[in-house]
C-alpha cells in the first residue's frame, strides 16, 4: 500500500508537470518575443528575492509533517485537528510578516540589478503584485501538509496542477494581446485565489472529522529553530546565482543562465516529486517497519541513478543544440558550464535520497553542518569566480563544489549513526559506480552525433529520441549486469495489483 501511493503521488503529478514544462517553454519563448528579455530577467529576478521571504515560514510545513505521521497512522482525529488548528492560525502570522517585509524590501530590489534602464516605480509595482501571488498561496498550505502527512498527495495535485496548467496558457494568450507585465501578474492572483478556494473544497471533501476550529497545538514549533538555519543555508546555496548574476552581470545574463536552468530546473521539479510523493512514505517505513530501511534506501538510490542516467545523457547531448533552435545562438553557453549545468541537476536527482531519508527521520539538527557547509562553500565560491571573470560557469562550480563536500561526503553518515547503524560503504561504492556508468555513456553518445548535423527542431527531435532509447536500452543492461534492478521489479508488482 505504501509503494502504490507513493506512485499514485507521483503520477498525478508528473503527467501534468510534462505538460507545463512545455507550456513553459512556449511561454518563454512569447515573453522574449512580446515584452523583450529586459523585463523577463527582472521577472525571473522577483523569483529568486521572494525565495528569501520564505524564511518567515520558518520550517512549519515540514515540521508539521513530522508530528502529523504518528496522529495519521493511528487515526486519532482531536489530536490531527489541534495539530492543523495550530498550522492554520501559524501560517496566518507568516503571511502577514511576509507581507510587510515583502513591501520594505521592495524599493530594494531595482539596487541589485545592474545597469538597470527599467522605471525603478514598474519594478517596485511588479514586484508587490508578484509578492502578493506568493503570499496568497499559503492559506491553502494547512490542507496541503495534511493531504502530504497522510500521504494523499494525488488527492489534490491533479486539481493545483491543472490549474496551473490554465494560468499559464492564460499569461501567453495575455503576453501576447495585452504585452503587459502588470496583466500577467493579476492573471497570477487571480487563478492562486481559485486555486485557494479549490484545496478549502477537497479538504472538507475527504476529511470531514478534521476541524480547524479544535484547540491549537503548537507542538511542531519544538522542531523549527533546527529547520531555520537549513532554511537559511538552502535559500544561499540555490536562490544566490540569479542574483548574482543580476548585480554583477546584468539582465541579459540572466536571460542566459535562465534558458538553460529553465530546462534543468523543470526536470528537476519533476524528478523532485520523488522527495514530495515519498517522504510521508518513508517516514511511515522508519515507524513501522525500521529494519527495512537501509535495504530500501540503496535500491531507492538505484533507482534515482537509472533517472539521473536515462535523462543527463540525452541532455548532456542536445541541450545547447535545443537552446540554439528554440531561443537563439545568442542565448547559449559553452561546454564547460553547459557539463556544470547537468552535474548540478544529476547530483540534484541522486540526492533526493539524502533528503528524504534525513527528512523523514527529523535529523534537522543532525544535519546542520551540511546546511552551513553548503551555503558558505557556495556563496564564497561563487563570488571568487564571478569576480574573477569566470562569469555564470564559476556560479556553477560554486553549486557543485558546495554540494559534493557538503552532502556527498558527509551526510549519508550521518543517516547512517541515526538511522541505518550498518556500513555506508556500500552507499559509496555503488554511487561511484553508477555515476562510472553516466560519464561511459556520456562519452559513448557524444562520440556518435560528431557524425550528425541538427539543422531544426524536427531533426533535434527525431535524433533525441533515438538517442533516448538507446541510452535507456544501454542503461538497463549495465544496471541488469549489475544486479542493480530491483526497483523494476517493485514497480512491476504495483502495476500488476492497480
Known amino acids: 500500500m505504501r509503494t502504490k501511493k507513493v506512485f499514485l503521488n507521483l503520477l498525478?503529478?508528473?503527467?501534468?508537470?510534462?505538460?507545463?514544462?512545455?507550456?513553459?517553454?512556449?511561454?518563454?519563448?512569447?515573453?522574449?518575443?512580446?515584452?523583450?528579455?529586459?523585463i523577463l530577467g527582472v521577472y525571473q529576478l522577483f523569483g529568486q528575492v521572494l525565495a528569501y521571504l520564505s524564511l518567515a515560514e520558518l520550517g512549519l510545513t515540514d515540521a508539521a509533517m513530522?508530528?502529523?505521521?504518528?496522529?495519521?497512522?493511528?487515526?486519532?482525529?482531536?489530536?490531527?485537528?489541534?495539530?492543523?488548528?495550530?498550522v492554520k492560525k501559524s501560517f496566518n502570522y507568516v503571511m502577514m510578516a511576509m507581507l510587510v517585509i515583502g513591501c520594505a524590501l521592495s524599493f530594494l530590489v531595482p539596487h541589485l540589478i545592474a545597469e538597470n534602464t527599467l522605471p525603478n516605480p514598474f519594478i517596485i509595482t511588479c514586484f508587490i503584485l508578484t509578492l502578493l501571488v506568493n503570499v496568497l498561496g499559503y492559506f491553502s498550505t494547512t490542507y496541503t501538509v495534511l493531504f502530504n502527512a497522510d500521504q494523499n498527495k494525488y488527492k489534490y495535485s491533479f486539481y493545483t496542477q491543472g490549474l496551473l496548467i490554465l494560468r499559464n496558457i492564460a499569461d501567453i494568450v495575455?503576453?501576447?494581446?495585452?504585452?503587459?507585465?502588470?496583466?500577467?501578474l493579476v492573471v497570477e492572483i487571480l487563478f492562486t485565489l481559485l486555486q485557494n478556494l479549490v484545496m478549502k473544497v477537497l479538504y472538507k471533501k475527504n476529511y470531514p472529522n478534521i476541524s480547524v476550529k479544535e484547540k491549537p497545538n503548537y507542538v511542531f514549533w519544538s522542531k523549527t529553530k533546527s529547520l531555520i538555519p537549513h532554511k537559511i543555508g538552502g535559500l544561499i546555496a540555490y536562490n544566490i546565482d540569479v542574483i548574482l548574476v543580476s548585480k554583477i552581470l546584468g539582465l541579459g545574463h540572466v536571460v542566459i543562465y535562465n534558458a538553460y536552468y529553465a530546462i534543468t530546473s523543470v526536470i528537476s521539479n519533476i524528478i523532485g516529486k520523488f522527495s514530495s510523493s515519498t517522504l510521508a512514505s518513508v517516514g511511515n517505513l522508519l515507524v513501522a517497519e525500521p529494519k527495512k530501511a537501509y535495504n530500501v534506501f540503496l535500491e531507492y538510490n538505484d533507482m534515482l541513478f537509472f533517472i539521473?542516467?536515462?535523462?543527463?545523457?540525452?541532455?548532456?547531448?542536445?541541450?545547447?543544440?535545443?537552446?540554439?533552435?528554440?531561443?537563439?545562438?545568442?542565448?547559449?553557453?559553452?561546454?564547460?558550464?553547459?557539463?556544470l549545468f547537468i552535474f548540478n541537476l544529476l547530483?540534484?536527482?541522486?540526492?533526493?535520497?539524502?533528503?528524504?531519508?534525513?527528512?523523514?527521520?527529523?535529523?534537522?539538527?543532525?544535519?546542520?553542518?551540511?546546511?552551513?557547509?553548503?551555503?558558505?562553500?557556495?556563496?564564497?565560491?561563487?563570488?571568487?569566480?564571478?569576480?574573477?571573470?569566470?562569469?555564470?560557469?564559476?556560479?556553477?562550480a560554486g553549486t557543485a563544489s558546495s554540494m559534493l563536500i557538503s552532502e556527498f561526503m558527509i551526510k549519508p553518515s550521518i543517516l547512517n549513526k541515526h538511522i541505518f547503524k550498518s556500513s555506508i560503504s556500500k552507499y559509496y561504492l555503488d554511487s561511484l559506480i553508477l555515476f562510472i556508468l553516466i560519464i561511459v555513456n556520456i562519452v559513448i553518445f557524444k562520440f556518435i552525433m560528431n557524425y550528425f548535423t541538427i539543422s531544426n527542431l524536427l531533426i533535434w527531435f527525431i535524433y533525441g529520441i533515438v538517442i533516448f532509447i538507446l541510452n535507456f536500452g544501454l542503461t538497463f543492461v549495465w544496471f541488469k549486469l549489475l544486479g542493480k534492478d530491483e526497483f523494476f521489479k517493485r514497480i512491476t508488482v504495483v502495476f500488476k495489483r492497480s
Open 347 to 396: 547530483y540534484g536527482i541522486i540526492r533526493i535520497i539524502l533528503n528524504v531519508y534525513s527528512g523523514a527521520a527529523a535529523l534537522y539538527k543532525e544535519t546542520l553542518i551540511c546546511t552551513y557547509l553548503e551555503a558558505l562553500i557556495n556563496l564564497v565560491v561563487s563570488l571568487v569566480l564571478i569576480l574573477n571573470g569566470f562569469g555564470i560557469a564559476g556560479l556553477l
Open 174 to 184: 495575455v503576453i501576447i494581446f495585452l504585452k503587459n507585465l502588470y496583466a500577467v
Open 66 to 86: 513530522y508530528f502529523l505521521y504518528k496522529p495519521l497512522y493511528e487515526k486519532k482525529n482531536k489530536d490531527i485537528s489541534a495539530l492543523i488548528s495550530g
Open 308 to 339: 539521473a542516467n536515462i535523462i543527463c545523457v540525452p541532455l548532456a547531448v542536445f541541450l545547447t543544440p535545443f537552446i540554439s533552435l528554440w531561443y537563439g545562438a545568442n542565448y547559449t553557453v559553452g561546454n564547460i558550464t553547459m557539463y
Open 12 to 38: 498525478s503529478e508528473v503527467l501534468p508537470q510534462l505538460i507545463i514544462a512545455v507550456i513553459s517553454f512556449v511561454r518563454v519563448k512569447i515573453f522574449l518575443t512580446y515584452i523583450g528579455d529586459e
